[in-house]
């Protein structure tokens, strides 16, 4: 294809650049991997970095986690292609902040010790909330994982110069083992750090791209807007409401199921829920919210103009036939900010765009990582090691244990960046953004019903915890695999078959009311009443931090 071409010898002829900033900024994390092994391997340590951050750090370290590849080149992309309709990323993505701003950060930093688990079994029976809640972070970090290294294999590929199969393969497979040596040989020290380079770098590319197509059009965001929609193709349809969503009632019901998703899935994500273990207290936690909100809604604003700017100074035609998803948008629209293709500075600027691209994805894949290992460890193994275990009382023999959770996480860390790796290959046509929004619908219908019941229910039970997670986690799952996402169409997982039977993309509309309603019924059902006790210890607990680890 002509940009395909058009790309491929623009990167060929400076791939030496390209491969020089790869190799200094995964020189860099290798150097801050190798400082942050030197320390002592405690659980503490290896899952919360020994909770020592301070609230900006940790405020930089979770924008750094959330500010992904979906973000950078997903959404930018959905924009370039679908306008209006691609803004519900963004602003759904920010929207979220606020649920997990006002409703868990304080209340998780208070519950918890490593992970979501450790807040969903402080009044239940251990071993089945923590097999549940530890099976569901593991797939819905798994899902994450998928979409950053599509991002991955789409965007190394492309910047080195190869766009056949093999060059992608390889490009997963390198930032696969990358993300496993980062989370076994730093923990959560390196991860943190490593995220906090990202963040810098990433925040300094967008301000740079985002000034350069304002100055390009002068300061006039109309004529942007105008320039896109004549770049797009679809005329002045393309700022209007339903490009993507409106053509059907399927595609309407997508577009609220998608808002529900994005909204409601930040509070369940388990590697998002786990940096707020890494500061000492939840005051510090709840600051820590503020400074992510800050980097993140100005990022998500800047993706607009991107988005845009792709569309008006590419077009999306160009940026259709370099990756049907969308996901080169931003690449494309640096090389041609710079002067266009075969110029020193257009290559220049791809480059350093792809680097720091690269590093984004590197840098959120340690630490979803890291919360799946984490989860592994500490809440299926300890499920399995530890039955007896109740109430969040710490065993006597527990500290013996710790080195045997890190161990485990490093073992766990291999296995599920094997996983990872094998299913991304599989979807590397799928646009990164929509992935992401699979993992939100996961996650907000498996682990946000049951973490606001066990906060704010008097009434609820270990089998209604048990029943919520398993609840939303099997209807999206299976909703997931009977979706036109993975059969029946030219661009699914499967395009050669047809067994769908559920008509949207996004299964929250569905599974997340399922997991509420799940979670309410195991509860009344329950032959065992709540303890009204320990619901008060962990209320006390949770809203003034008394006990907290």
């Excluded at 094997?418 to 907000?444: C, K, M, P, R, T």
Aim: aromatic share 10%; hydrophobic share 50%.
């Amino acid at each position: 294809m002509v940009a395909d071409r058009f790309l491929a010898n623009s990167a060929g002829e400076h791939q030496g650049l390209a491969v020089v900033l790869f190799t200094v900024f995964v020189s860099v994390t290798l150097a801050i991997t190798a400082w942050a092994g030197r320390r002592r391997s405690s659980s503490e340590e290896f899952f919360v970095g020994g909770r020592m951050f301070s609230p900006m750090q940790n405020g930089f370290a979770i924008a750094g986690d959330y500010m992904s590849a979906a973000s950078f080149l997903g959404i930018s992309g959905l924009i370039a292609l679908f306008g209006y309709d691609g803004l519900l990323y963004s602003v759904g993505f920010l929207v979220a902040w606020l649920v997990v701003l006002m409703l868990v950060a304080e209340l998780v930093r208070n519950c918890g010790r490593y992970t979501l688990a450790d807040v969903l079994s402080a009044r239940m029976r251990q071993r089945p909330v923590r097999l549940a809640a530890g099976t569901s972070s593991v797939v819905v970090s798994v899902l994450y994982l998928v979409a950053q290294m599509v991002g991955a294999g789409s965007l190394v590929g492309l910047l080195i110069g190869g766009q056949g199969t093999a060059a992608k393969t390889w490009a997963v497979i390198g930032v696969g083992a990358l993300m496993v040596f980062y989370v076994s040989f730093g923990g959560m020290r390196a991860t943190t750090w490593i995220q906090i380079v990202k963040t810098v770098l990433l925040i300094g590319g967008t301000v740079l791209l985002t000034v350069m197509v304002l100055v390009r059009f002068h300061g006039n965001v109309d004529d942007l807007l105008h320039s896109a929609a004549a770049g797009s193709g679809r005329g002045e349809s393309f700022l209007a409401p339903g490009l993507r969503y409106g053509g059907s009632w399927t595609s309407r019901l997508d577009f609220i199921s998608l808002g529900l998703a994005l909204v409601l899935g930040t509070a369940g994500l388990p590697h998002i829920l786990s940096r707020f273990y890494t500061v000492p207290t939840a005051r510090s936690a709840r600051r820590s919210v503020v400074w992510a909100i800050g980097l993140i809604g100005a990022f998500y604003l800047m993706t607009i103009v991107l988005g845009f700017g792709a569309a008006a100074v590419v077009g999306s035609g160009t940026v259709r036939e370099s990756n049907a998803a969308g996901n080169t948008a931003v690449p494309l629209l640096a090389e041609a900010l710079g002067g266009g293709s075969g110029t020193t500075w257009g290559t220049v600027l791809f480059a350093v765009v792809g680097a720091v691209a690269f590093a984004t994805i590197l840098a959120v894949v340690a630490g979803i990582t890291l919360a799946s290992s984490a989860s592994v460890a500490h809440d299926l193994y300890t499920a399995v090691r530890r039955p007896a275990a109740r109430h969040g009382r710490r065993d006597p023999a527990e500290e013996a244990m710790e080195q045997d959770e890190v161990r485990v996480a490093r073992y766990a860390a291999v296995g599920i960046g094997a996983v990872a790796i094998g299913l991304s290959l599989l979807a590397q046509d799928q646009n990164i953004a929509f992935l992401v929004g699979l993992a939100f619908a996961v996650a907000a219908s498996a682990n946000l019903p049951a973490l606001l019941y066990s906060l704010f229910w008097r009434r609820f039970t270990t089998r209604g915890s048990v029943w919520a997670i398993y609840g939303g986690l099997v209807p999206a799952l299976l909703l997931v695999v009977l979706s036109p996402v993975v059969s029946g169409r030219p661009d699914a997982l499967f395009p050669g078959v047809d067994f769908h039977l559920f008509p949207l993309e996004n299964p929250g509309l569905i599974s997340i009311p399922l997991g509420f309603l799940a979670g309410w019924l195991g509860t009344v059902l329950s032959p065992e009443p709540a303890d009204p006790g320990r619901y008060a210890e962990t209320e006390v607990r949770s809203l003034t931090g008394a006990g907290a680890v």
